[in-house]
């Protein structure tokens, strides 16, 4: 079992900056992948980045350029740091893991964080 704890999420006006942290209950060196999901006001909730196993981060065109994915092993911890913030980026921002236990692949999400912009 892997719990995820997010934090950072809060209001801003558009332009502004925040950053993420998930943190997560043990080792994350051998996660295959961890990542951000968010939840628009619609329900509609897209893959906004990722960082794998060996470290390669992938993002969708929406937030490339004002987003940066980030991990820090020894604390377990990944980032989002999220620039340039627009109305079109406020959602519930959750923290995803997929991670090999014994034989399967399991998938484990945070509680969420929710971002706010708005002027």
């Known amino acids: 079992q892997v719990q995820l704890v997010e934090s950072g999420g809060g209001s801003v006006q558009p332009g502004g900056s925040l950053r993420l942290s998930c943190t997560a209950s043990k080792s994350i060196a051998s996660f295959i992948t961890m990542g951000w999901y968010r939840r628009d006001a619609t329900n509609q909730r897209e893959w906004v980045a990722v960082?794998?196993?060996?470290?390669?981060?992938k993002y969708i065109d929406a937030v490339k350029g004002r987003f940066t994915i980030s991990r820090d092993t020894v604390k377990n911890t990944i980032y989002l740091q999220m620039n340039s913030l627009n109305p079109e980026d406020a959602a519930v921002y959750f923290c995803?893991?997929?991670?090999?236990?014994?034989?399967?692949?399991?998938?484990?999400w945070g509680q969420g964080t929710q971002v706010t912009v708005s002027s």
């Open positions: 995803n893991a997929n991670v090999l236990e014994d034989v399967q692949i399991r998938d484990y």
């Open positions: 960082i794998t196993h060996g470290g390669q981060t």
